[in-house]
């Protein structure tokens, strides 16, 4: 199935993925150089800690060091991304630039802690040998065996995710810290609060480039790309680990109102599958249902984004993805040959099927 003007093989369009997924990482990377070169252990905020940490309440104390357990597994995911590069060299890069910008948030969370007075370091430390005893896997994560594909849309949803739990606590601590402002009445976030605004921005790039990344599968492996996002968001849920304080930890997420199965759908889900072209997730299951209906040699293109390349006596059928999950058929190959195979449209009841 193809989705743009050339290459029309499927060597030549693997061949063109992995050329502009390296290019994709080269930008990455020379705007992180730029934009986001920090280091946990010289934050100027670490100097306020001591004396902002005695506000800091139970709640938010625990959800802290269960970010700290669940970013400490960080070389788990590394591990996975590079295993499952294969001899992508250029995936492989990405997880190794991408897993050191991920532990200096743990780090981050470490400092954070010890610095307000909120856990001794020999507390921390036996905390994170304990962590280590547990291992994070995709396929445990997904029910998948990794591929780039599979990754990368996996974390548009967890990054996404990990940025908004950032945020909100972020916003917690605000509170918690007496909502200081400035002499101009705007916000300011010291400590704890200012500190994890770093890791913050992180996840939102990283959120950003692994969009970026489905995206270009999305132009040439589009039904590979509709069927990966299907996968990792059916049964979504961040992360599948054991932490020491596991169960108090879900209790506090649970109690800040972190945990909100409508929150991960509506501020999570389907703003990623949004910026896929895709309105919700009702949407994107009917779009991998109507995508298996279309002709083998069709083409399609995402509403609003025409195509152009494409020889005006090629037989080929172009239809257009709606955010509903539909297909226009935009151009019918009858307008060279008469014979033109269009897909059955899908009944009220396949739609009622589709959003169960």
């Known amino acids: 199935m193809n989705i743009i003007p050339g290459p029309f093989t499927v060597e030549g369009k693997q061949a063109t993925v992995q050329k502009e997924i390296k290019e994709n990482y080269e930008t990455y990377f020379a705007h992180a150089v730029k934009t986001r070169m920090w280091f946990a252990d010289r934050l100027p905020e ?29 070389d788990d995911y590394v591990l996975a991304g590079i295993n499952g590069a294969g001899n992508s060299l250029a995936t492989s890069a990405l997880y190794l630039q991408w897993g050191w910008e991920e532990r200096r948030h743990g780090q981050t969370f470490r400092h954070s802690l010890i610095d307000s007075g909120l856990y001794t370091q020999q507390f ?16 445990n994560q997904t029910g ?43 916000h300011i976030h010291p400590a704890i609060a200012g500190a994890i ?11 950003a480039n692994f969009t970026n ?5 999305m132009k040439y492996f589009p039904d590979q790309a509709l069927d990966a996002l299907l996968k990792v968001s059916t049964h979504y849920r961040m992360p599948i680990v054991q932490l020491p304080n596991g169960d108090e930890f879900v ?24 910026r896929m072209g895709l309105s919700d997730r009702p949407a994107l299951r009917k779009a991998v249902r ?13 509403q609003g984004k ?15 993805m709606l955010p509903s999950g539909d297909f226009n058929l935009t151009r019918p190959a009858s307008e060279i040959d008469a014979t033109c195979a269009v897909p059955h449209p899908m009944t009220q009841d396949d739609d009622d099927e589709i959003n169960k």
């Open 197 to 207: 605004r770093y890791p913050e921005t992180d996840e939102g790039a990283h959120e």
């Open 290 to 302: 109507n995508f298996r209906l279309l002709p083998e040699d069709a083409i399609v293109h995402l």
């Open 213 to 217: 990344i489905t995206r270009i599968y």
């Open 306 to 320: 025409p195509l152009s390349g494409i020889p005006d006596d090629a037989a080929i059928p172009i239809y257009e």
């Open 144 to 186: 998948y065996e990794e591929t780039p594909l599979l990754a990368a849309a996996y974390a548009i949803f967890q990054e996404r995710q990990t940025r908004w739990n950032y945020t909100n606590v972020r916003r917690i601590l605000w509170k918690e810290y007496g909502s200081p402002t400035n002499s101009e009445g705007k």
């Open 46 to 74: 670490r100097k306020e800690m001591a004396k902002y940490g005695h506000m800091v309440s139970e709640t938010t104390k625990e959800i802290l060091l269960g970010f700290l357990g669940v970013e400490s597994f960080v």
């Open 124 to 139: 921390i430390d036996k905390y994170l040998d304990d962590c280590r005893e547990e291992h994070w896997t995709f396929a």
């Open 251 to 274: 209790r506090c997420v649970l109690a800040a109102g972190l945990g909100n199965p409508k929150d991960v759908i509506n501020e999570i889900m389907n703003p990623a599958l949004q």
